[in-house]
Structures are given as C-alpha cells and as structure tokens.
C-alpha cells in the first residue's frame, strides 16, 4: 500500500478568510434593533490538513491515492486537498474525476462507502470561481465510517457529472440540488425541478436570490410576499 502520500493543498493550512459579516441578519442602518449591528464576524474557510490526519483517515486517503495513481488518473489530478475538521473528513475533488473516485470508494473492500445519504449544494458568492459546491455524504455500512466529497465550480460553468450511475439514490437530490442552487449535473437521467414549478425564475436557496416572494391564497385571503409586508433595512 502506498504510504503517507501527500496532496498539494490548494488552501492554505491556516485557513482562508473568504468574506467578513457585520452586524446580524443583512439589516444596514438604523433598522437593527438586535443589539448586534456592531458585530463583525469573519468567514473563515478550514484550511487544508496535514497529515497525520487522525483514525482511520490517513489510511482510507492512502488507498484513495493508490487506486487512482494505479488507474493512471493520478490523485494529484483528481483531489485537490484534504480538510479534517471537528473530527470528519472531506476530500474535495475535481469535477472531471468525481464519477471515479466515488467508484474507488463504493467497491474497494478496504474502502467500500456503499452508501450515498444525498448531495447538498452550498453558495459561497465571495469565492470567486469556486462559487458553487456540491457535498457528498457517504456512509461505509461495512465499515461504519462517514466520510464527505465536495466539488466546487464557478456560476458561469455550473456543470458536474452525474454520479447516479454509482449512487442511484443520487437521483432526486441532484435535482434537489439543480432546483435550489442551478448546479448542473451532466449524465443526470431526468435533471428537472423538483420543489419549485418548472417555469420558476431563478435558485432560491443561493445567497444572491431576492427575500421577496409571491402572494399565497388561503381560504380565500391573499397573504402578500414577505418583502410587502415588512422591511428589514
């Protein structure tokens, strides 16, 4: 078995600070009445781990690398860093290579992360080009371990693979995912809506989407989008 094989961290192991909020709740000016308008909070991003990682994850990484440099992929091509924080392990991976590793992880039988609880989406406006991230949650039943995938793409190329060839339970999600935050998935049998109409404007689970809404009918009264009814700032 390959041993102790490092990954060029694209992060730093310090941490990056990717975006600093001030106050609470997006209010601006005198409309804060929270007590927390001079709050200022950093965004800071986990940086990239050192080995040792800790448990077993230096060696579910080492067999990880193996596999992929044994393909001819080469890890240093398909994973970009690795990040162990409050005791959990995700690897980011590049988009090209998803498909694969997520093989590697569900049939090695050192590995054998057989199970995919879902994908979720994440919006981070303030990282340019890496806007969007799609997280794999990934259960080992045979080995009880959780472990986490996550691909990151810019808005104005959100495209990555489908992975429902490897996890069919990724069906749904992934259009759970395109709905809320516009991510693409490539391969995808049936990439539709599937919360929101199919005629819908826009992701609303992103950052950057308006607080409004429409008008909901009930029992005959018309109850008007949040951003009539009260103002925040």
Known sequence: MTENREITPRRPEQGEVVDVRVGMFGVKGSGDTSGFGGLVQPVVMPGASQRPYGEWFDE???????????????????????????????????????????????????????LSLGVSGVHFPYEAGRELHAVYHLVSVTHSRQLRLEVAVSEEDPHIPSTTDVYPTNDWHERETWDFFGIIFDGHPSLARIAMPDDWPGHPQRKDYPLGGIPVEYKGASIPPPDDRRSYS
Do not use: K, P
Not at 63 to 70: K, P, Q
Not at 85 to 99: A, C, N, P, Q
Not at 101 to 113: I, N
């Open 60 to 114: 579910a990484v080492d067999i990880l690398v193996e596999l992929l440099d044994e393909s001819g992929t080469g890890a240093a091509n398909a994973i970009e860093y690795v990040v162990v924080d409050r005791g959990e392990l995700t690897i980011y991976v590049r988009r090209e290579h998803l498909v694969e590793v997520c093989r590697h992880l569900r049939d090695d039988q050192d590995l054998r992360f057989e």
